[in-house]
């Protein structure tokens, strides 16, 4: 599945944004101004439909590790064309 970010941020390039909740890999256009923020949210909208959780209560993981400042952008990380991005929820769920 793939996601068009709107932007004007010059050449747009997929990454790749796996979506725990889902077990969903989706794939989202991005340039050098889409935000981390902008991100999660076109890929919670991707695989999910309808997030089970706000969008707040999930994190976004780059090469490991969280990404805690959401308002950066893709390409003040490192990322490049199919980076690897991860969205799960903040908290662990239980499981019943």
């Keep these: 599945m793939s996601v068009a970010v709107v932007g004007g941020g010059g050449a747009r390039f997929p990454v790749r944004v796996m979506v725990t909740d889902a077990w969903d890999s989706v794939t989202v256009q991005v340039d ?5 923020a902008q991100l999660k949210r076109d890929a919670l909208r991707a695989a999910l439909k309808q997030p089970r959780l706000e969008e707040r209560e999930y ?3 780059f090469r490991g590790a969280a990404v805690l400042d959401e308002s950066q952008t893709v390409r003040a990380l490192g990322a490049v064309a199919n980076a690897p991005f991860i969205v799960l929820p903040a908290r662990r ?3 019943r």
């Design 59 to 61: 994190v976004v993981k």
């Design 93 to 95: 769920l239980p499981v």
């Design 32 to 36: 050098d101004s889409t935000t981390v």
